[in-house]
């Protein structure tokens, strides 16, 4: 993984801050003859678009995404191919609010990277977060929407668990509940929306934010997939998701709880189904063993945590090595973790793309 | 990161496995000028060896580190100083004790790789494990002990902090108790032996396992290591972490409990020191914000399940495809965790190094 | 080297057919602090413009390049300084004249990849040559543009030196006179401008086209860049210079010539300086010895074939599998090796900028 | 293309100096059930084994090769089938005759990389030329062993074309007599061996040396592999031959001749043959149109230079920046290009055996 650039068959190249004139990426590696439309990939960034709800950001971003080079039009007009070469897609910034940076170009703010950018770089674009803007992940979601369509079968999806001391009760899990319009937080449990909406509305009127756990569920990842050292798929699921703005942990399976349960409790039982393919009678493992997929589904989750913009003071330094009392003001996600959902979505299907197609280099086996 | 190597600038490809003549890795990369001796490297390699105490594995190797290439030797005899060019180290496997692969070689144990092998390759190496043994890890370990060297004034120290149910007082924490010879567990808190004694004597007696949580400590990490995406620190950190065996989860500074805090708890607040540099008031980031490392402690742990290989028969198939009871004989840890310890921090270390040499050529800064 | 990015620390990847709306390409990994301005880049975009003789190809293309991100603006308003995230670069394309590529889209033209293409990716977009277009190089030439900016003193010039059976006098090398407006070959010898155009005026009125050799010269390039195997610096400029569509010869220093002499005539001969400094007493390595340079001028050529679009019928065969006639239509350069100059100046710069950020990171001695 | 890495998804790994202990290699992401035995790699060795006639050098190395990691042995006891996991490669440095290197230590040779070597690492091992010793193309070899397993049907062959001055008569070309006893030079032209023998006889007893010219020629290539830009077929070769030690060109089918001639003359034309499969009337494009194979042979050339240790004392400077005369003594090929033949070999067929597998992986097509 260089510096911008993940993935080694399935290559995904972001660029882009939140305040230039758009940001966009290069998918290098798609095979040739995927079929897709704009609208697969529109629907999938429309998951992710600030302003939907009261919930999340109030910038105003149609992320109408322009599909520039690698395909050409099928008969129908709308069905895209991808010809093997790169897909370069482009969306612009439209909602550049224009306001004084003044005081906090020159602020650290607490819990940002304003000052480990000025360490490293030396300068930094100021407005917006730069690079680590949020809006970056839209182009992650883009080149997403492309990975889904690699791996004939493949399916992910993904759920809010748990957000700040709020969890699902995950005996309400409902897959189908996640796109419902009653549902600005992408959580499988339609019992606790409630629960949800009057925490956040708390934390928002605080001038608060807080963190939460996002799950994701990749169905239909054939049996194969991974290596037993260094390129694991579970490895490089990881490294998808922590490279994900304000991620802090990532677990595969029952994760953390592996280490407190013994080896009967831990490991996945097998039986022969009656369509000659083996049955697990559980899944601890996550649907990866050794680095490798199973044909389970493969399971993973993630820890993202609060927005460290909040209206509250912080005691922080500013550039000149001053002491300064900072508040974060302008639109912030008072739960950052929500629109982190199809984020999380698109990282776990890229790994999986990627994986497909090096695994069939490497063994020819699919 | 390939099939076999990790990392950018600071690269080890390692390879072997269990039951072949020997195993080893080639550190490419490696600046010139790097000193180190043959002690070094072995004192690293004597913490992960097997065979210490009755919790670990009774497997005997002498794991004997030769360096093949890369140096030369200094006026002194015993100092060894890297030339620029890769470093290839090998270590002889010695106790391969011959046994009856029969059944095991037919049989898919449950929590093992050996059905998700069959179906990647289509063969396996079924002796110890093939690829996917514990040997493989003293070749990272070899590898950390350069790495350590490479960035200066870096400590990176590790320890288990829970066991299972069990876990540390970290009212208690010593780093200087883990290297004590009453310490067979790198426990930082010397009242948990015993409670680690009884409790693992307990699981080994049982024929069971059990899992652990280890943290990662690296002080003298730079300010400026990492970057805003894809090649953060932090995602660096939990790739290398993911990729040792029969690890689940990773986190970074609080982890997952940062998900459930708001941002005020969460975000380190700083000061001006009266040396000029930053003082941050608490470390939740663990070091790390938007990808780049702070000058605070770096902060990892990582969740080892319990090893699948028990005495108690467990449900399963064979190659054949017909329902079996596996049962695993043979030498094992009770607790694979223990001796994750070390190799947690060589994997921590050579991702540090990597990112140190990665940072120095982007911006000349260090 | 992937499909469609070069470079290790500097990194390019370059997106957009001849037909698409648009071109372009990400710069990962520039430094932080690099000035430029984007007459910079037009200037060398200019150099390769079509249109601007007779004797290229008439299409119409203002090649004007927007930078899309990483760059923060100067205060004087005109220069950009890069922030060292990824900088983002599109060129429009314009003159797509649209015309019946009915014929073509089903014949594979005799010396064109239309046929590998097929059988390849097992569809293509036959229009303007899809990806293999020469459009593709005015990406590679912006590129190039910044990577001219990163090592101090770097000064990277071409010449055209031979065209089909014609050849400079070296004796006549003025680089002065490369960019003279009487000069439409980026010829060094102002003697060969008649000699070349009456040449490829008879080429060009017989339908016909004629290759180029092209010779590459780099000063300022310090010494120490490259290494002494699989990252040598005339591997790597050997490589960029081989990616070039129509590119079949590569030489360093010397080239070819080397194998005919002997060892006295060939290895160039030192001398201390008095400024401390060897001097070479000639230049036969190029300005490389052992992969690594020496500081010297760095000296590579390139052979340009013939374009294969010419008006003589040619046998070949189409999709069918049948036998046809193939005449290329449409808007050709007679010597494409003529606009190859600043292409390869370009991908000459972007090796050197790689290799001098690939040697600081290693070696921390620049 | 990493410091001393080659390939993407077949990936080699080589290490170790002349003087050192041994040398070796790691061949990683060979596909699995790759059947070879020791003989077949031993053969490739024997190959450029020094010491075999009075034309190279007399240094005595067994180059015996020990597989140490990912393989299984057949049940016939001789066949080695890959596991997919990485293959260790050694060979022990054998004659590494003791002697005084006290002058040569400070002395910078010329036409060596010495100076280049100081300059870049601030120290080094003078020891028999380090890491660009000759010596390291063993483990080249045995790499390119198992590289031409990988692709079914392929066969590379190579052939040294011409030495100095003298060249060989084309149409005399017999494949069968490179293999002949009575042929120290690898040249496919009897006729030609007294004229080459009596020539380098000149040479080396003036205590001179000369470079050549070596042609590698694949058949069995499957059309399809390589890309249009940057995974070029023809740039990874050129990539891959220009790493060799002392190559200063590269050359693709008719190569630089291409500049010289015509559109009409230079294009290959098609017509179809009675299987279905095309016929191309010619090879000028040496088996490659736009980067990727059309399904002829496969035809690259490349330049040695004379090696620059030579018995005729020559201008240098030493390590004090004092003017010296430098004569190199000790045991040297007199024209080094001889034994380039089979490393040639062996690097276009780890180029082959990469695209290969990397079509499969992006396309399936394979």
């Known amino acids: 993984m260089s510096h911008n650039t993940f993935g080694h068959l399935f290559r995904v190249t972001t660029w882009g801050e939140s305040h230039g004139p758009a940001l966009g990426c290069v998918v290098d590696g798609c095979p040739p003859g995927i079929r897709f439309t704009l609208k697969d990939i529109q629907d999938e960034l429309d998951k992710r678009k600030p302003g939907q709800s009261r919930f999340v950001t109030q910038r105003r971003e149609p992320d109408e995404v322009k599909v520039l080079s690698g395909v050409i039009a099928d008969e129908d007009g709308e069905t895209l191919i991808s010809t093997g070469t790169p897909i370069s897609m482009l969306i612009e910034n439209v909602d550049q609010r224009s306001k004084d940076y003044g005081e906090i170009a ?3 703010r607490p819990g940002h990277a304003d000052y480990a950018y000025d360490v490293k770089y030396g300068l930094r674009d100021h407005r917006g977060g730069g690079r680590s803007s949020a809006r970056e992940t839209a182009a992650r979601v883009a ?3 492309i990975a889904r369509k690699i791996v004939p079968g493949l399916v992910v999806r993904g759920a809010l668990v748990s957000m700040g001391t709020k969890s699902i009760d995950r005996a309400n899990w409902d897959w189908d509940f996640i796109g419902s319009v009653e549902n600005p937080f992408f959580t499988p449990d339609a019992a606790s929306v409630q629960v949800f909406a009057d925490y956040l509305d708390g934390i928002r009127k605080s001038g608060s934010s807080v963190g939460a756990v996002i799950e ?3 169905e ?4 194969g997939l ?10 490089d699921i990881a490294s998808n998701l922590m490279s994900i703005n304000a991620v802090k942990g990532v677990e595969i399976g029952n994760g953390f709880e592996a280490a407190r349960i013994t080896g009967e409790e831990n490991a996945d039982e097998m ?3 009656n369509d000659g393919q083996p049955i697990f009678l559980s899944n601890n493992a996550g649907g990866i063993l050794g680095g490798i997929s199973t044909g389970q589904d493969v399971i993973a989750r993630f820890a993202v945590k609060p927005t460290s913009s909040i209206l509250t003071p912080r005691k922080s330094i500013d550039k000149d090595g001053k002491d300064v009392d900072v508040m974060t003001k302008g639109r912030h996600d008072p739960c950052v973790g929500i629109r982190a959902v199809p984020i999380g979505e698109a990282m776990v299907a890229c790994a999986i793309a990627d994986h497909y197609l090096r695994h069939r280099g490497q063994t ?3």
Chains 1, 2, 3, 4 share one sequence.
């Open 226 to 235: 991974g290596a037993p050292i260094y390129a694991k798929l579970d490895q």
């Open 271 to 273: 039986r022969m189904g």
């Open 220 to 223: 239909g990842v054939p049996a």
């Open 143 to 145: 080149a997403g929407a």
């Open 216 to 218: 994701i569920v990749a």
């Open 364 to 366: 020819g086996r699919i």
């Open 106 to 108: 020159r602020q650290y």
